[in-house]
């Protein structure tokens, strides 16, 4: 009790001291510094993403699509030069349009749709990895955001709205449901379909949802949809009541590129908050889960939270101070049930960003500044650390990634983005294919109620 009343003083005493808005610089070059990742990992022949920063990684079609958007955040803010991206970027685009598209269980991809992971070099299938329905999403937003930023009266830029259109048509979205009601996770030659689908629970399949509804070809059915939302569960913690994800990260991917403030479809309505404010009341569930800190973890505390998909000190057990603790490697973590193993991610407080800008900042300048979570000298932001795990030299940090990742980089890069300007929330708005995708998931209200979203947002797509 003691040491609690301890750390509350000290956060009292830091948030008299600090002014918040201070830390506007640091998140700039947080910001920046991220941005390296995807030009420093990107292969010059593919256009790939390594999916980490490992020497001989795979690369990931999330990290990849991910990427793609960092860069128009890069251009936006003179850290890149626009031929420069829209080389980059044609490159991936091409990559992907003369990739082989086949049951070969080493093609890059079939039915429109890519493996998880492809060698960096080849593009070719690795890992033995599964032809994934969420990273297709995930990698066609990203393109969807680069055909809508870079839309000059030139060679090039007129070259990324035409394959990024090529690419879209032939995702068979409809194919992917294996005549259920439901979007499969996956496909994997020689077995078919695998036994998952997005139909249990809120995750961060918001996007595949709406990008495969709103689909100027092989489009699902709304119903799809709906029934995936009433799976969801609404819980109460904290005296809060929030549709329940356990990591962070469910809370925030979709909205890297869907600006849900404001617009809600029928569950949001009957429950009187939309999917931000949900994201709202998530990250605030965080706060309060680190200050109850229920497994008794080193370091958890009102401004010291994070807890989500990240790299972990693990795999393994260790007992610590009397009491043998299990860590984990790369795994999803989350709340309340967990997995919790005392591990937090720094990466998934920016990403926050949008939602309680104030109590990210905060965390800033106790997490991540008192803490030496932030290199200034090239390594950016540390993905993860572990305070009850013995640190070197009696760091407080305790154990720290020495691993970067795309996933990781591109929320922080595209988060900050979306606070200070709204950027890729505006393009993802001058999509049609969005726009029909949210009418058709049943979403009215806020922006989309604004009249140059009331004609068939198709009709510019099929011109």
């Not at 033995?128 to 055909?147: F, M, Q, Y």
């Not at 020689?190 to 595949?208: C, N, Q, R, T």
């Not at 929030?242 to 991917?253: E, R």
């Given at each position: 009790?003691?040491?609690?009343?301890?750390?509350?003083?000290?956060?009292?005493?830091?948030?008299?001291?600090?002014?918040?808005?201070d830390?506007?610089?640091?998140?700039?070059?947080?910001?920046?510094?991220?941005?390296?990742?995807?030009?420093?990992?990107?292969?010059?022949?593919?256009?790939?993403?390594?999916?980490?920063?490992?020497?001989?990684?795979?690369?990931s079609?999330?990290?990849?699509?991910?990427?793609?958007?960092?860069?128009?955040?890069g251009?936006?803010?003179?850290?890149?030069?626009?031929?420069?991206?829209?080389?980059?970027?044609?490159?991936?685009?091409?990559f992907?349009?003369?990739?082989?598209?086949?049951?070969?269980?080493d093609?890059?991809?079939?039915?429109?749709?890519?493996?998880?992971?492809?060698?960096?070099?080849?593009?070719?299938?690795?890992?033995?990895?599964?032809?994934?329905?969420?990273?297709?999403?995930?990698?066609?937003a990203?393109?969807?955001?680069?055909?809508?930023?870079?839309?000059?009266?030139?060679?090039?830029?007129?070259?990324?709205?035409?394959l990024?259109?090529?690419?879209?048509?032939?995702?068979?979205?409809?194919?992917?449901?294996?005549?259920?009601?439901?979007?499969?996770?996956?496909?994997?030659?020689?077995?078919?379909?695998?036994?998952?689908?997005?139909?249990?629970?809120?995750?961060?399949?918001?996007?595949?949802?709406?990008?495969?509804?709103?689909a100027?070809?092989?489009?699902?059915?709304?119903?799809?949809?709906?029934?995936?939302?009433?799976?969801?569960?609404?819980?109460?913690?904290?005296?809060?009541?929030?549709?329940?994800?356990?990591?962070?990260?469910?809370?925030?991917?979709?909205?890297?590129?869907?600006?849900?403030?404001?617009?809600?479809?029928?569950?949001?309505?009957?429950?009187?908050?939309?999917?931000?404010?949900?994201s709202?009341?998530?990250?605030?569930?965080?706060?309060?889960?680190?200050?109850?800190?229920?497994?008794?973890?080193?370091?958890?505390?009102?401004?010291?939270?994070?807890?989500?998909?990240?790299?972990?000190?693990?795999?393994?057990?260790?007992?610590?101070?009397?009491?043998?603790?299990?860590?984990?490697?790369?795994?999803?973590?989350?709340?309340?049930?967990?997995?919790?193993?005392?591990?937090?991610?720094?990466?998934?407080?920016?990403?926050?960003?949008?939602?309680?800008?104030?109590?990210?900042?905060?965390?800033?300048?106790?997490?991540?500044?008192?803490?030496?979570?932030?290199?200034?000298?090239?390594?950016?932001?540390?993905?993860?650390?572990?305070?009850?795990?013995?640190?070197?030299?009696?760091?407080?940090?305790?154990?720290?990634?020495?691993?970067?990742?795309?996933?990781?980089?591109?929320?922080?890069?595209?988060?900050?983005?979306?606070?200070?300007t709204?950027?890729?929330?505006?393009?993802?708005?001058?999509?049609?294919?969005?726009?029909?995708?949210?009418?058709?998931?049943?979403?009215?209200?806020?922006?989309?109620?604004?009249?140059?979203?009331?004609?068939?947002?198709?009709?510019?797509?099929?011109?």
């Amino acid at each position: 009790m003691f040491l609690v009343d301890l750390i509350t003083l000290k956060i009292i005493i830091l948030k008299a001291k600090i002014n918040i808005d201070d830390y506007g610089e640091m998140l700039h070059d947080i910001q920046k510094d991220a941005l390296h990742y995807f030009v420093d990992h990107m292969d010059p022949h593919t256009g790939l993403v390594a999916d980490k920063s490992e020497a001989g990684s795979v690369a990931s079609i999330a990290a990849t699509g991910i990427g793609i958007s960092c860069l128009v955040c890069g251009v936006e803010n003179g850290w890149i030069s626009r031929g420069a991206a829209v080389e980059k970027i044609l490159v991936t685009l091409n990559f992907f349009i003369n990739s082989e598209q086949s049951r070969d269980k080493d093609a890059t991809g079939y039915k429109g749709f890519y493996y998880h992971f492809l060698d960096m070099k080849t593009g070719r299938r690795a890992c033995r990895s599964e032809l994934s329905t969420i990273d297709t999403a995930i990698l066609i937003a990203g393109i969807l955001s680069a055909t809508h930023y870079f839309t000059k009266d030139s060679v090039n830029e007129k070259a990324i709205a035409k394959l990024s259109k090529a690419l879209y048509e032939r995702v068979d979205w409809n194919w992917a449901t294996n005549g259920k009601d439901f979007v499969c996770h996956g496909w994997k030659p020689g077995s078919g379909f695998l036994k998952y689908y997005w139909d249990k629970g809120y995750s961060e399949a918001h996007i595949l949802y709406i990008l495969a509804l709103g689909a100027p070809a092989f489009p699902i059915k709304s119903f799809c949809y709906t029934n995936w939302v009433h799976s969801f569960e609404v819980r109460e913690l904290y005296d809060r009541k929030y549709i329940h994800a356990g990591p962070l990260f469910i809370h925030q991917m979709s909205q890297l590129w869907l600006h849900f403030e404001g617009i809600k479809d029928k569950l949001n309505e009957d429950l009187g908050f939309d999917y931000f404010e949900n994201s709202r009341k998530a990250t605030s569930i965080q706060q309060c889960y680190a200050i109850d800190n229920p497994k008794g973890f080193k370091g958890y505390h009102a401004l010291s939270w994070g807890i989500t998909a990240s790299d972990g000190p693990g795999p393994g057990t260790r007992t610590i101070d009397g009491r043998k603790i299990r860590f984990y490697h790369y795994k999803a973590r989350g709340i309340p049930e967990g997995p919790d193993d005392g591990t937090l991610s720094p990466w998934a407080v920016l990403a926050s960003l949008p939602f309680a800008p104030d109590l990210v900042k905060e965390t800033i300048a106790m997490e991540i500044d008192n803490l030496g979570l932030y290199d200034a000298k090239g390594r950016g932001l540390y993905a993860s650390y572990n305070p009850s795990w013995p640190g070197k030299n009696g760091n407080l940090a305790g154990w720290l990634s020495p691993l970067h990742f795309g996933i990781n980089h591109g929320p922080i890069i595209m988060m900050i983005e979306n606070y200070n300007t709204g950027l890729i929330w505006a393009l993802m708005k001058k999509c049609p294919a969005i726009i029909e995708g949210l009418k058709k998931a049943g979403f009215t209200g806020g922006w989309l109620a604004e009249e140059k979203y009331r004609e068939n947002p198709l009709k510019s797509l099929k011109n």
